[in-house]
């Protein structure tokens, strides 16, 4: 019997493998990537491939074997080598991608045991890492390359090696090494179940049916037998790779109590080459597609294969590597979903369906737009079944292209797509035939007949280019309101994309000697898509190497978990396994935003199999809230005024957002409460007022207190006495986490005096632990929390994971059963919400020459609809306004919007990236208005003075600021790319090219001095070994590995003798979050002091026996006290700020750096590329420069994310409508610049922090703007020419779709915005 539909996670638990990963449950993460191996019994060989087995059904495994990580490789016995080299290569951070990092590139190496640096892109591009940026794991995986002398075969002429062209210099990193690594030897991989290879080499066994409580799979072996059951259950649908209708049962909750899987039936597979094209099983694979596709590319005469080069196209960028793997051909096709790429482009080559039914045999059905019904219906009839797909040769003197464009460039469903053919008269420029298809622009296929009716017999040229857009204006219909919004884009795409294909054509027939016009040269550029290049040329750092080797501080040591993290051996809070009696805990949210609760009903959903209990306010013991500093928040919604602590009875609550916990369904598995809990009815009565955005916000004078002022000079004087005044603003978008690792705990009631003991993932176990607390009411002495390691964490894991663990204890409690609390991805970023919003409106006054002498900034976040961190992330925007810019007549102000949101909290910076980002905008658009270079106006404006003052009368000195700018603009080559970059613009019209350099200032520690102190204990056994424990969190930033260096150093025994097991509320209380970059000097200090104290006391002992051994000192030395140093406690200077007065030390130290991006866009897509990033980064003195650049690279790349393609969309109606990957994305491998420059600033200092290094975990981020301000320039170089202003509004993210559109010309021209108020918008800017 079958409990789960699929083959994910919670069934691997089941045999306690816990190495995969489940990320998101719907394919878009790959951290749960596994090998399947089948016997091919056509071509008689074993295939390896990837796939997510989120989605693989069990069922569908059967004959296959499944490799996970922990079959490859353990510490307990031996690494694979791909487990090592992720590792020693720094790879692993917090080690929640990594188990699917080696499974796709072990996968890899099964196949291609020497494989290109293109083969590592294409294997890892279906795998996301939130914390590393990438650039490590290509780094270890670059070592399999067959190469010698390091090139990574990424030159720019097919492979060819570019040390030897000259183009970029090589070597494997600096950070790691070579020697002694295992080699990779294919002989000792594990073999092919010979029992497997039995079974297939024999006939097929007779149907198979796999029957769950819910769910029955029937799994017929021939076609008779397919078609009889679909006769049979007309409504059950056909399944083969099941990543369309596997992501609808887990994410959305459709349920197909019978579904019929086709995969096993080998007339599906067919593939035959016939006279007239490709007839390809309806049941292949895209990535089988796409071998066929690249075989006939290489192997046959150009003019046949234009269609199927068109194809590789799209193929190419279609998804990521294991849904390739999974999803079929004509699963793409019948689902009927416009966003999907294939249907435009083989409708665009007039393929045709052969369809089969018991009733009717075989018929043939062109693939075109009558083909789709609906979204994700088609025009088969129930009982047919997709045999296979025609895919005609391409003819003489046709000519096609495939279009996509997409939020990334890779590993996401495009916006629009489009397929184009078109046909001439022999020898001539005359159109015969033209085919134009469109998906994403409607809620089907797309043809647009009429135009294209319209345009055979002309001539291609100008004329035919006019009309042929004025046509498609008219008949792509795409209401204001469309669904899927960005409508003046989708438009614009529509004839981009044409005349992108138009001059394509255009270029062909000139170089067939037809008579056309002649293509600009520099529109050529624009023909050439972006390539997806891999990172692969490496940074210089430098690594301070004045002490011992056996002194490991300084040194660039691996992470100390990497192994365990490498083989899936590490244990995250969900990999424990289930404790006897053990209940899950689901939470019940409001899809309202502002409503009176009139019922909570969970009657049919207690009624339930499996279901125990249902939580809501009245169930909470003590009281129903959180608290921070004075800001109370609800754990379960109560009535809007006032508080109730213990609500007698469900009604008169109300709810102030969409997601916010209503209540809560305990049952006995996962699926069981998940489905209870839809169940649960909730009776609202809407309420008023309801808004979500800044706007709004302002104009219902919405804000919560207190707002916060600062201010240096005479601002009001000084607008009086400058040259120019402008006034302007910029509007930030919000930022999910993303964590890889979604929230969770499990709480176990101890059954003895009311102890409880959490086992959570909380980056602030004290806080977690006194929320439960005063959730119970019982002592803080009576909890304890245990945190091991966060599979990411970011910000996000310090507030709402504090309810969402009072929630699951309250349930523990009520129940006297351990309860696990797991959230899905999708409820995880609509309750826990991310990075505020901000809108920063400013008045600038300054002289003609550039030099800024006064600003007046207001910034607006969006709090959401409780105050949570909001003022503290204010207080941080405001104190970090001046960044490295000394204006002396500053004003800032800092409003906190109440909206009727979720409420947003801490993200890595905490309003630092905000409020850095408004000044440097404020200074990009300062250069533009005087005519001047940015970088120029920023060196005039920056702090110069050995001793400066910030905007709160902070001293500090700006001279490694500035050291930092001038190594970063001359390692970068700055002005010589600038002209490179002004000649590139002029010789390209529709790709531009950007150039920016920042400076920064970045505080680090807590403005509040309190939570500046970190403590440690450390216990020094009888045989030598050390058992250090402390309150830092390890989420992936390393601290336990500098915490490991550190006392290694002062202990003087190697960090192999000294083990970190966890953070425990039990052994060290009271400790501050591990946040504001300031965990390893917290944390640092403590060990090290602590470890000093234990040296003070064993000294007069060792001193007195110098010949003993570290085991012999401490054998001897008694009594116990003697080696252990309880707690201690380190508090840090003193960092306090007095508001009213605007000033005070807000921080321990500044951490500065300078970083310079180059991009190119395409202005007709908005397409962008990052070429190249150069970051000088002042660290002091690195504790370890592996660790140090892997924060830098990994902020820097969720920096990327932050300001270019993380979008979040809100409803109308304030429903968060991005809640997956497949909807909001993260960087991927393709948007890491192939050229990433990370330079540690040589010879820096830090006297106030731990052996004088820096707090690195939080600056990064913002030096991501610099690809913001390269891509505004790169804009403003396409207005220019148009004649249009450079000063232009450009929203963050600068997503395609803002490129775009900010790239005004003719084709924007023919979309212009609705007026405001004259249609719905489908999405909202919060
Ligand atoms: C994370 C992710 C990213 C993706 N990115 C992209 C992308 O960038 N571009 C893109 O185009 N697509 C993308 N996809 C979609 C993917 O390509 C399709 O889901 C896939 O091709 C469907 O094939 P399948 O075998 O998995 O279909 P299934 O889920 O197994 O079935 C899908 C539908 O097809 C029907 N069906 C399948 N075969 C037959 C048959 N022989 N006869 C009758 N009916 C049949 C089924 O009944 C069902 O309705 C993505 C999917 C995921 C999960
Ligand atoms: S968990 Fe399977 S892809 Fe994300
Ligand atoms: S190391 Fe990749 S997600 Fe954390």
Not at 67 to 78: L, N, P, Y
């Amino acid at each position: 019997m079958l409990s789960q539909n699929h083959l994910h996670v919670s069934l691997l638990y089941i045999v306690l493998l816990t190495g995969t990963k489940y990320g998101c449950g719907g394919g878009g993460c790959g951290a749960c990537t596994v090998m399947v191996s089948k016997y091919d019994q056509l071509n008689n060989r074993v295939l390896h491939y990837t796939v997510n087995a989120c989605l693989q059904p069990i069922c569908t495994l059967h004959g296959a074997a499944v490799v996970t990580v922990e079959g490859i490789g353990s510490t307990k016995t031996k690494l694979h080598p791909v487990q090592e080299r992720i590792a020693k290569a720094h790879g692993s951070q917090c080690g929640f991608c990594t188990p699917g990092m080696v499974m796709s590139m072990y996968t890899l190496l099964r196949n291609k045991p020497h494989p290109t640096m293109e083969d590592i892109r294409e294997a890892l591009g279906g795998n996301l890492c939130r914390c590393t940026g990438y650039r490590p794991i290509i780094d270890g995986f670059k070592t399999f390359c067959d190469v010698s002398n390091g090139c990574c075969q990424n030159g720019e002429s097919g492979g060819k090696c570019c040390i030897e062209n000259g183009t970029k210099q090589h070597k494997y990193s600096d950070l790691f090494h070579m020697d002694n690594v295992l080699p990779l030897d294919p002989s000792q991989d594990l073999i092919f179940p010979p029992e497997l290879m039995i079974m297939g080499k024999k006939r097929a066994c007779g149907s198979l049916c796999f029957q769950g409580d819910r769910l029955k799979l029937i799994s017929p072996v021939d076609l008779t037998n397919l078609l009889e059951l679909k006769t049979e259950y007309p409504e059950a649908p056909v399944v083969v790779g099941n990543t369309t209708i596997g992501p609808n049962m887990q994410v959305k909750g459709v349920h197909h109590p019978l579904t019929i899987y086709a995969g096993r039936v080998s007339d599906l597979h067919t593939v035959t080459w016939g006279k007239d094209g490709v007839s390809m099983g309806a049941v292949c694979t895209l990535s089988s597609l796409k071998d066929e596709m690249e075989r006939a590319v290489r192997e046959m005469e150009a003019e046949r294969t234009r269609g199927y080069q068109a194809l590789l196209q799209t193929l190419r960028c279609l998804a990521g590597k294991q849904i390739r793997n999974m999803a079929t051909i004509g699963g793409n096709i019948l689902s009927a979903n416009p966003k999907y790429d294939l249907n435009s482009v083989l409708a665009a080559l007039d393929c045709t369906l052969q369809v089969m039914s018991k009733e009717n045999g075989t018929r043939a059905i062109t693939l075109n737009e009558e083909l789709f019904t609906g979204f994700g219906k088609t025009a088969l009839r129930p009982d047919e079944v997709l045999l296979s797909i025609d895919i005609p040769y391409s003819k003489p003197w046709e000519f096609v292209s495939a279009f996509r464009q997409a939020q990334r460039r890779e590993f996401a469903f495009s916006i629009v797509n489009a397929g184009m053919k078109v046909l001439f008269r022999e020898g001539t420029n005359i159109v015969e035939s033209l085919n134009i298809y469109y998906g994403g622009v409607g809620p089907t296929l797309v043809k647009v007949g009429r135009t294209c009716q319209k345009l055979v017999g002309r001539s291609w040229g100008e004329e035919l280019l006019a009309d042929a857009c004025r046509l498609l204006e008219e008949e792509v219909e795409l209401s204001d309101s469309a669904h899927g919004g960005k409508v003046e884009y989708r438009k614009t795409l529509t004839t981009s994309f044409f005349f992108k294909f138009y001059m394509q054509v255009l270029q062909e027939l000139r170089e067939r000697d037809v008579n056309v016009c002649l293509l600009p040269l520099e529109y050529l550029s624009a023909l050439k898509p972006f390539k997806n290049e891999v990172v692969c040329l490496f940074l210089l750092q430098l690594v301070s190497n004045a002490q011992s080797s056996q002194d490991p501080v300084g040194h660039p040591m691996m992470h100390q978990a990497a192994f365990h993290q490498a083989t899936g051996e590490a244990q995250y809070y969900d990999d424990i396994p289930a404790v006897q009696g053990e209940l899950f805990v689901y939470m019940v949210t409001s899809t309202r935003a502002h409503a009176k609760i009139i019922n909570i009903d969970p009657s049919e959903a207690l009624g339930m199999t499996g279901v125990v209990t249902f939580l809501s306010a009245g169930d909470v013991p003590g009281q129903n809230r959180r608290m921070l500093f004075n800001n109370p928040e609800e754990l379960f919604a109560e009535e809007e005024v006032g508080y109730r602590t213990v609500p007698s009875h469900y009604h008169s609550q109300s709810v102030s957002c969409v997601g916010q916990i209503i209540g809560a369904v305990v049952a006995e598995s996962r699926e069981q409460a998940r489905r209870a809990a839809q169940m649960v009815k909730v009776t609202y009565q809407d309420l008023l007022p309801v808004f979500f955005t800044i706007e709004e916000a302002i104009q219902h004078q919405s804000f919560f207190d207190p707002k916060r002022k600062l201010e240096r000079g005479d601002v009001g004087k000084a607008f009086e006495t400058v040259d120019q005044i402008l006034e302007d603003e910029i509007y930030l978008g919000g930022q999910e986490h993303f964590y890889m690792e979604t929230q969770g705990l499990i709480a176990v009631p101890k059954g003895e005096n009311g102890e409880l003991e959490l086992f959570v993932a909380s980056q602030h176990s004290a806080y977690t632990q006194e929320v439960v607390g005063i959730t119970l009411g019982i002592d803080s002495n009576k909890i304890t929390c245990h945190v091991r390691r966060l599979g990411g964490a970011f910000g996000g894991k310090v507030m709402k994971i504090a309810s969402l663990s009072a929630i699951t204890a309250t349930a523990a409690v009520k129940t006297g059963r351990p309860v696990r609390c797991v959230l899905e991805r999708g409820d995880d970023m609509l309750i826990t919400s991310g990075r505020h919003p901000f809108l920063g409106k400013y008045k600038v006054g300054y002289n003609n020459d550039g030099t800024i002498m006064a600003a007046d900034i207001t910034y607006y976040s969006n709090g959401g609809c409780t105050l949570n961190e909001s003022l503290a992330i204010m207080e941080k925007a405001l104190l970090h306004m001046d960044n490295g810019y000394k204006i002396p007549n500053l004003r800032g102000r800092g409003l906190v919007c109440k909206t009727y949101l979720p409420s947003y909290t801490a993200f890595r910076g905490f309003g630092g990236p905000q409020g850095l980002m408004v000044m440097e905008s404020v200074l990009h658009e300062v250069a533009v208005k005087c005519g001047l270079p940015p970088q120029k106006v920023r060196e005039i404006n920056m702090y110069r003075e050995e001793e400066c003052y910030t905007h709160h009368k902070q001293l500090f000195s700006p001279r490694d600021m500035l050291r930092c700018w001038d190594e970063c603009l001359d390692k970068a080559g700055y002005h010589d790319r600038l002209q490179a970059i002004q000649q590139f613009n002029t010789s390209n019209r529709w790709k531009k090219r950007g150039i920016s350099a920042v400076p920064m200032k970045f505080g680090v520690g807590f403005s509040k001095g309190f939570f500046n102190q970190g403590a440690a204990l450390v216990n020094i056994y009888k045989d030598g070994s050390v058992l250090v424990a402390h309150g830092g969190t390890e989420m992936g930033q390393g601290i336990n590995t500098k915490a490991l260096q550190i006392a290694s150093r002062i202990l003087k025994v190697p960090m192999s003798s000294i083990h970190i097991k966890e953070t425990c509320t039990g052994n060290v209380p009271n400790a501050a979050p591990s946040a504001a970059s300031f965990g390893t000097d917290a944390v640092g200090m403590a060990v090290k002091d602590a470890c000093e104290k234990l040296m003070r006391r064993l000294k007069p002992f060792m001193e007195n026996h110098p010949k003993y051994t570290w085991q012999q000192w401490v054998i001897n030395k008694h009594p116990p006290g003697y080696k252990k140093v309880n707690i201690m406690m380190l508090l840090g200077p003193h960092t306090d700020m007095d508001w009213e007065n605007s000033e005070g030390p807000a921080y321990y130290y500044f951490t500065f750096g300078a970083c310079c991006s180059e991009v190119e866009i395409d202005c007709l897509t908005g397409d962008h590329k990052n070429l190249r990033t150069d970051i000088v980064m002042d660290v002091g003195r690195s504790l370890n420069p592996a660790l140090d650049i892997g924060q830098i690279e990994g902020g820097f790349v969720q920096g990327i994310g932050l300001y270019t393609i993380e979008e979040l969309q809100f409803s109308l109606e304030g429903v968060l409508m991005t809640r997956g990957p497949s909807q909001y994305k993260i960087p991927a491998l393709c948007d890491v610049p192939p050229q990433f420059n990370v330079h540690l600033l040589a010879n820096a200092q830090n006297p106030h922090a731990i052996y004088r290094s820096k707090g690195i975990g939080e600056p990064p981020v913002f030096l991501a703007s610099t690809i913001f301000f390269a891509i505004k320039e790169a804009v403003a170089a396409a207005r220019r020419e148009r004649g249009l202003g450079d000063s232009f509004p450009l929203s963050s993210p600068a997503t395609a779709e803002r490129i775009r559109m900010a790239c005004e010309d003719q084709f924007t021209e023919m979309a212009p915005s609705p007026k405001k108020g004259t249609f719905k918008p489908w999405s909202i800017n919060i």
